[in-house]
């Protein structure tokens, strides 16, 4: 072995060099010594090097509004820092002010983006977020592209195939897992945190192995953050108004009936969506009723119309399994989540009004996927 | 159809109500109306709003050192401005110094991460880089979870394969990919652009149509920005220095020719890396040498050494169909390469030293696959 040692030892210099020359432009100071977000027990210190900068805020999305932000202090070495009570478990999203810009924690690598904006994540591990870090058996994400006829377009999905799928022989239910209004099609993976949510439901036989689905619900979108690809535009017509609907239904489940080895029933399928998503899931069972046994609608809700009865008497009629709607008691869908609810019971239709504290957030949306997985295809 | 319109009405309020309320925070003074990077023509201008900052500058790797900043002016309602010419069709990295901090663009949510870095993309069209934007036939992106017994790890990697595979029943050749120091399993599908870049030559019939495998290079780490997963420590030791060019071998091999429908032998093996992953090239076809007859270190080279001569005779031996090796000629590698070179002639062994302007970055990575994978399968 001494032979390739030789060759290994020339190869290991010349990468250490590399990393000092990539890094050298943006760390100053001695800036990799800081260490950001620090989580000791109670409290939690964020760190930022910035000598020359006058004002310096911390927001994060554990505090009660946009305008709260936490003034940081300057110390040695122009280190800007400052000490919180840690939040309670959960993953958060937090960034600097720097004299008035909006600057990401170069300490620390964890990072979601939120349409079109990248926030780092503070991670607090505890009973309620244990279901979002890795499990030890992980299914697969993949990134897939199919073509819908109905919007003229080729479209970007993504698919979450649970462990074992590759070497078993089996056949899976299916959960058409749906982002709100300025997500895409990584949004349930990235900020929703959905393959570990399932990964740890599977492993721990709380929830049954499941594909998932997660399409692109902006109708005129190819896909998230990609080159070179035209945003159709749909106007707002009433022929346009269900197209996105009619293309995951028509277009996107035989598409999944056909490359993955799927339960192509009504009760080996659910559909369950967030604000916008949670529209998609109305529109679709109400559209075509009997075509999923399983509906979760969250924040978001419906108007009293002359109509509602009508559609949800058509779902009743077609049969369905579980209905579960989730809503946070300060979200603003939450009135229209009521007229939901309240319109289901009005027409004896079984379901579950799921509500949590908080607002129209991912730390509602990540709990929700994690309680109502577990009531899929049982 | 108008009984489902008016439940959608219902949530197209919502759903803009929320988009407005999520970006209260990031946005001042009508800050999503700054368009930036502008690309027009000769020209190209960014633009921060920072009404309270002092100092603010431009950074972009087509610049030719880490230093040369480019002071931005500040104007009407507090947005700082710079024009340039606009650099060589290209995909650039770049980002702002706001009072000596590194802020990113926020009205550009084309990011590369590299390492831990997250920097906004410029994109520069023409014929160089016509290869890195999305083609119109795409493959798909799968992140896998595989053991390997020999790092005592479960770990992930990146698998590309090629439209049609999932329709089809043919068996594919396979290239497998590797990143240098600081990357991981997710390097050459974001900053390399390996997916669209053999998406458009196999589109374009430049191509074989194939499988690339990327996994990651970093022994101990199980996958990139993970949360909750262990680094385990692999100190310098003789019996370490090849173990992760061992598991490429001996475990990412047969686990992908079990999963995938894939040709299983040597001429239907390809091996690249750049830097780091260039080492792993070089040990992997000197340690196993018939495995792969495609043989691409990049921006990589080696020491003259007894044993030099001898590992590439048994490279010769064993028989290959491809040796191509690639370097910036600025790149602080090359004079390891032109050893790589020498030694290759000295031993009477066809290859090709392909040799391109600038140093160790990823311009030349994207251009070097784009110019091999031409090469391979053949």
Redo the contacts between chains.
Sequence with gaps: ????????????M??????A??????N?GGARQIVSPEIAGDSTTFR????????VTL?GSWLPG??DRIPMVKGEGGVWSVTIETPDPEIYTYNFF???????D?QN???Q??????LNML?V?GERSEN???S?Q????????YDSELLGL?R?LTVYTP?GY??SKAKYPVLYLLH???GDEEAWTSMGRAA?ILDNLIEKGLAEPMIVVMPNGNAGQ?AA?????SVKEFP?T?AN??LYVTSLVKEIIPYIEK?YRVIAKPEARAIAGL??G??HT??AT??FPGTFDYICPMS????E????D??LQGIKKAGYKLYWIGCGTAD??MP?SEVLDEALTRNGMEHTFFTSDGG?EWKNWRLYLNTFARLLFK
Tied chains: 1, 2.
């Design positions: 072995m001494k032979k390739i040692l030789l060759i290994i030892a020339g190869l290991a010349l990468t250490a060099s590399a990393g020359q990539e890094l050298r432009n943006f100053f930022l090097s910035a000598d020359y900068a006058t004002v927001y946009y305008g720097v004299d008035g810009v909006s600057v990401n170069p690598y964890m990072v983006r939120d349409g079109t904006r990248y991670l591990p979002y870090f890795e030890s992980r299914g697969t994400v993949s990134y897939k592209w080729n970007r462990y590759e070497t709100g209004g300025g570990q190819q953050c990609t080159m070179g690809l707002r009433e108004a269900n490359n604000s916008m949670g529209g109305i529109s109400t559209l978001c809700g419906v108007s119309s002359d109509h509602l009508a559609d603003f869908a229209g129209h």
